[in-house]
């Protein structure tokens, strides 16, 4: 799996859009698709999935879901952080 270069993805980000509003969207299209992607990425960036704590809003939710909800929000975590970092050199 490839290792996602934030302050990268923030520049990249930066060049197409004006303001932090598309931040959310422009973060769903870096997620991986595939279960195995899933999986190696939830690995590589969280740990096993095995401790994962089903909560009642998981209730009915595919686990793939569960663990793409948390990757999502390490993705966004370190985005921010590249973020406010790359506001910092400019």
Known sequence: MTVIDWHEQVREYKKHYDDD???????EGLLPVYFGDIN????????????????PHHVGLEF???MIG????EYVEK??????EVEEEE
Request: avoid cysteine; charged fraction near 25%.
């Open 64 to 66: 793939w879901r569960i």
């Open 79 to 84: 985005f921010l952080e590249a973020w406010h």
């Open 40 to 55: 190696q990425v939830y690995h590589d960036e969280i740990g096993t999935p095995l401790n994962i704590e089903i909560e």
């Open 70 to 73: 948390h990757i999502f929000e």
């Open 21 to 27: 509003d598309g931040i959310h969207e422009y973060i």
